[in-house]
């Protein structure tokens, strides 16, 4: 099975409570939808180039996606309706299907569902955490680390959202006040990228410049775990039949049994 547009450059996969699989097209600035019997559609946000990238579920019964290119944030809805708001700076909602950028240059990155009802997503370039209410509401909140560069996010078992810092090698925690702590990875070159909640009550990451994954306690407790191939640059990271599995882009998928 292939995407259907040809070059879209497919970035995330998130399911949707519709039971079908929605991704983002990149570079063919389109989010697209498949079913599990293989049917393929697409619809197109309204700011133009503006490289659709992490996307999720919400709680709200759609999908919520960023748009990196354009410092926005999307939501579409099951039939295909698309809002869109700037990803910070805004203390009001603007108008549905506002077109204008946000003069920011965050290049907003993955996105999670919170536990508190709202969005939670990166702000690789603005060095921030950022979170968006249904309603549009965005807050950002900085990381202590310059030019930390957070990638990846994902929600804890603790009721706190847990983020990568791929430049500068640590794995972050923010609870949904707003409080940031920051774990140091042993390596500080290793480049975390993807992160996920494991099966065994823990989070864990990608370390693409290290060829590895990581483990990270809800306590700061880290473990680090090599992969065969030191150049194999593992990305995305998922939990599923009680095991890890893991991306690389070497073009083969890693399975990583969770320790008992």
């Known amino acids: 099975m292939t995407v259907h547009s040809v070059g879209a450059k497919p970035m995330m996969i998130a399911q949707g409570p519709d039971g079908a699989l929605w991704f983002t097209e990149y570079d063919t600035h389109r989010i697209g939808r498949i079913t599990v ?3 393929v559609s697409s619809f197109v946000p309204p700011t133009a180039g503006g490289g659709p990238y ?3 579920a919400g709680p709200d019964g759609a999908m919520w996606f960023t748009l990196s290119a354009a410092d926005r944030i ?15 700076g805004i203390t009001e909602p603007p108008a549905p299907g506002a077109t204008q ?3 920011c240059g965050t290049f907003p990155s993955a996105m999670a569902a919170g536990p508190d009802g709202a969005m939670w997503f990166t702000l690789n370039q603005g060095n921030a955490i950022g979170r968006i209410t249904m309603d549009g509401l965005t807050t950002a ?3 202590p680390t310059e030019a930390a560069a957070p ?3 994902a929600q804890g078992p603790d009721g706190a959202l847990w983020f990568t810092e791929i430049g500068a ?6 609870t949904v006040d707003g409080t940031v702590t920051e774990y140091p990875l042993p390596d500080r070159q290793a480049r975390p990228h993807a992160v996920t909640g494991g099966p065994d009550g823990a989070l864990w990451f990608t370390e693409w410049g290290r ?3 990581g483990r990270i306690t809800t306590d700061g407790r880290i473990t680090a775990y090599d992969l065969p191939r030191a150049d194999c640059e593992p990305h995305g990271i998922a939990a599923y039949d009680g095991a890890l599995w893991c991306a690389l882009e070497t073009g083969s998928l890693a399975r990583i049994e969770v320790p008992r």
């Not at 999307?74 to 910070?88: C, F, L, N, V």
């Not at 090698?169 to 923010?174: F, T």
């Open 37 to 39: 019997d293989g049917a």
């Open 54 to 56: 992490g996307i999720a």
């Open 74 to 88: 999307g939501r579409i809805t099951m039939d295909g309706d698309i809002t869109e708001y700037p990803a910070s």
């Open 101 to 103: 950028h946000s003069p």
């Open 141 to 143: 909140h900085p990381l």
């Open 151 to 153: 990638v990846g996010i």
């Open 169 to 174: 090698g640590q794995i972050g925690r923010i």
């Open 211 to 213: 060829g590895g994954v």
